[in-house]
């Protein structure tokens, strides 16, 4: 079974903080992405990588970076976090064209 | 226009009863299909693919329909349990291999005694 696990359930930061969510999975697979889900939207793809050291851009990438300096591991940064990134932060892994599997997603709070 | 739409529901349907849910995409270029199933307050998981030959899986009954590209899935026999949002989503492959996932907003659904 995939296992993708994201480092916390739960984080509360305070605005201007400098804020990492890791994420690692455990079945080599190619493709990671990060996703944040808000009621009425859906989720949104910020961004996503194809292998180690490769990142793109998805739909909503302001405010945001990321590292992929190993295979397993995908880790989303908030550079200076802002009350508009309180959100559901969703990592998910594929092997591509295949359905992707997720995380428990981690509910981070700005303040 | 949204790559992929769907009713948002409601739907509030009682045990027993048969629902569908209609998705359509706009992207010709999109090359598989899945049914995500995601409660409340949790990650969404992979409820089945959609295979252009439509596909059943127990009580769920999946269709895609290309030429109109349109995606269906069917519930029979609903269970208290399969109360849910259901997301539509679509692979829209880029050059040789390698597409993204594009989600519906997701259809809700709450099944009661």
């Known amino acids: 079974d995939v296992k993708v696990t994201q480092s916390s359930r739960y984080l509360v930061k305070r605005t201007g903080e400098k804020v990492f969510l890791e994420c690692v999975q455990d079945?080599?697979?190619?493709?990671m992405f990060w996703y944040r889900q808000d009621p009425g939207l859906g989720l949104r793809l910020i961004y996503f990588s194809y292998d180690v050291k490769m990142k793109e851009k998805g739909d909503i990438p302001e405010g945001y970076s990321v590292s992929r300096e190993k295979k397993e591991r995908f880790s989303l940064i908030l550079e200076s976090a802002s009350t508009n990134q309180t959100s559901m932060y969703l990592c998910?892994?594929?092997?591509?064209?295949?359905?992707?599997?997720f995380g428990d997603g981690t509910r981070l709070s700005i303040l | 226009r949204k790559e992929v739409e769907q009713d948002p529901g409601p739907f509030n349907v009682p045990e027993g009863a048969t629902v569908a849910f209609n998705c359509t995409y706009s992207?010709?270029?999109?090359?598989?299909f899945f049914w995500y199933r995601q409660d409340c307050r949790k990650e969404p998981k992979l409820l089945m693919s959609?295979?252009?030959s439509g596909n059943e899986d127990g009580r769920f009954t999946a269709q895609l329909n290309r030429a109109s590209q349109y995606i269906s899935l069917l519930i029979r026999d609903s269970k208290l349990s399969d109360s849910a949002t259901y997301l539509c989503?679509?692979?829209?492959?880029?050059?040789?291999?390698?597409?993204?996932?594009?989600f519906g907003r997701g259809t809700q659904l709450t099944v009661w005694p």
């Open positions: 998910a892994s594929e092997v591509s064209n295949q359905p992707q599997h």
């Open positions: 992207n010709s270029a999109s090359q598989s």
């Open positions: 079945m080599d697979h190619e493709n």
């Open positions: 959609v295979y252009s």
């Open positions: 989503v679509v692979n829209v492959g880029r050059g040789s291999t390698l597409g993204r996932l594009y």
